[in-house]
T-cell receptor, first 115, second 110 residues
Framework: DTGVSQDPRHKITKRGQNVTFRCDPI?????LYWYRQTLGQGPEFLTY????????KSRLLSDRFSAERPKGSFSTLEIQRTEQGDSAMYLCASSSPGQGHEKLFFGSGTQLSVL | EDQVTQSPEALRLQEGESSSLNCSYTVSGLRGLFWYRQDPGKGPEFLFTLYSAGEEKEKERLKATLTKKESFLHITAPKPEDSATYLC???????????FGSGTKLNVKP
């Protein structure tokens, strides 16, 4: 169990640029979640996958955000035409509910700063 | 709508001074209530899962309890290394996503 890995740890970009983050979940976990967290707030749900299928997406998520999980392994989160309001910590988590209970294992996050 | 409210927002304790953190929730059918610890610049780290009212879980100086409307995280004789933000989350039966509270930022002074 090597844990959930996220890359990069930090990203600074200019407004209007596109950014892409990567998440490698724990290998046997079939569920993968993306959350966003701003300072002083709890994680806010963005989307989740079961294997390669994206099963739910937050209504708060604009169409500038897209996520993929090809082959049910790693996942990418892309933000197009970034805005200053996108500045946040983007957290990835994975889980395996088939083991009788579900708990999320989080990565260390990608801290995005939009200038 | 499913909601999670945590109080207090921040808590300062002296080393050895026991206290409790509160997590109030409204959810249509609770599948599980989760407590996480988060250190600055890191992702949340799992502490406990509680599934039904009356359940209790313990780990070192931490004890989590659950009623039908709220959960408490009791911290007994805290140490400075217990300083962190403690997050509560709920998962409903009809949804797979987890709803998080805003957390309680705990500062334990030596």
């Amino acid at each position: 169990d090597t844990g959930v890995s996220q890359d990069p740890r930090h990203k600074i970009t200019k407004r209007g640029q596109n950014v892409t983050f990567r998440c490698d979940p724990i290998s046997e976990h079939n569920r993968l979640y993306w959350y966003r967290q701003t300072l002083g707030q709890g994680p806010e749900f963005l989307t989740y996958f079961q294997n390669e299928a994206q099963l739910e997406k937050s209504r708060l998520l604009s169409d500038r955000f897209s996520a993929e999980r090809p082959k049910g392994s790693f996942s990418t989160l892309e933000i197009q035409r970034t805005e200053q309001g996108d500045s946040a910590m983007y957290l990835c988590a994975s889980s395996s509910p088939g083991q009788g209970h579900e708990k999320l294992f989080f990565g260390s996050g990608t801290q995005l700063s939009v200038l | 709508e499913d909601q999670v409210t945590q109080s207090p927002e921040a808590l300062r304790l002296q080393e050895g001074e026991s206290s409790s953190l509160n997590c109030s929730y409204t959810v249509s059918g609770l599948r599980g209530l989760f407590w996480y610890r988060q250190d600055p610049g890191k992702g949340p780290e799992f502490l406990f899962t509680l599934y039904s009212a009356g359940e209790e879980k313990e780990k070192e100086r931490l004890k989590a309890t659950l009623t039908k409307k709220e959960s408490f995280l009791h911290i007994t004789a805290p140490k400075p290394e217990d300083s962190a933000t403690y997050l509560c989350a709920v998962q409903a039966y009809n949804f797979n996503k987890f709803y998080f509270g805003s957390g309680t930022k705990l500062n334990v002074k030596p």
